[in-house]
């Protein structure tokens, strides 16, 4: 039940895309394609993204997109907006009935 | 809409123990799992627990079993966590969130919380 691995931070300017990821093993990210997404203002509860590697809950714009190869999922933010300025956390279902997050990834729009 | 407010936090003394609410409404909330996911100050989130939509079936990482202890009240659309032998390290804000199957299988959540702070002092 080790969490899963995300670089501390990335950064991007408006307009521009940026690639967050997100690497497991074979037997939480490899092994399900149960992969989620939160993004997090501060002070605020998580808001789910993305979900099951690369589906949009309702109301949540496709500048996000989801994808996974292997053992490591990736979150890409498309058209950089002010907004999109937040902490962003991935999820994978690992097996056994438990459920791990990532470290989280500070997103900066320089 | 679906609103989810917890209660029960507090300053707790090391070895102590609390039981933290969520009040859910705008779902039926008999049809849904529901889980705990706490935030460390500063920190990542971390699932704590989870339990199945008639409260038959609960799960727990290895950080809390045998300590917490998830339960439901579907009469009163309520959620609890009852934490006990608490340790400075489970100082944390509690979210609750919902699932999205009846089964208590935690795959990702739709809706949280605002969260409850738990202060454990030594």
């Known amino acids: 039940q080790s969490a899963l691995t995300q670089p501390p931070s990335a950064s991007g300017s408006p307009g521009q895309s940026v690639t967050i990821s997100c690497t497991g093993t074979?037997?939480?990210?490899?092994?399900?394609?149960?992969v989620s997404w939160y993004q997090q203002h501060p002070g605020k509860a998580p808001k789910l993204m993305i979900y099951e590697v690369n589906k949009w809950p309702s109301g949540v714009p496709d500048r996000f997109s989801g994808s996974k190869s292997g053992n490591t999922a990736s979150l890409t933010v498309s058209g950089l907006q002010a907004e999109d300025e937040a902490d962003y956390y991935c999820s994978s279902y690992a097996g056994y009935n438990t459920l791990v997050f990532g470290g989280g990834t500070k997103l900066t729009v320089l | 809409e679906v609103q989810l407010l917890e209660s029960g936090g507090g300053l707790v003394q090391r070895g102590g123990s609390l039981r933290l609410s969520c009040a859910a409404s705008g779902f039926t909330f008999s049809n849904y799992a529901m889980s705990w996911v706490r935030q460390a100050p500063g920190k990542g989130l971390e699932w704590v627990s989870a339990?199945?939509?008639?409260?038959?079936?609960?799960y727990y990482p290895d950080s809390v079993k045998g300590r917490f202890t998830i339960s439901r009240d579907n009469s009163k659309s309520t959620l609890y966590l009852q934490v006990n032998t608490l340790r400075a390290e489970d100082t944390a804000l509690y979210y609750c969130a919902k699932g999205i199957n009846r089964a208590g299988t935690p795959t990702f959540f739709d809706f949280w919380g605002q969260g409850t702070l738990v202060t454990v002092s030594s």
């Open positions: 074979s037997s939480d990210v490899g092994g399900y394609n149960y």
């Open positions: 339990i199945s939509n008639t409260g038959g079936s609960a």
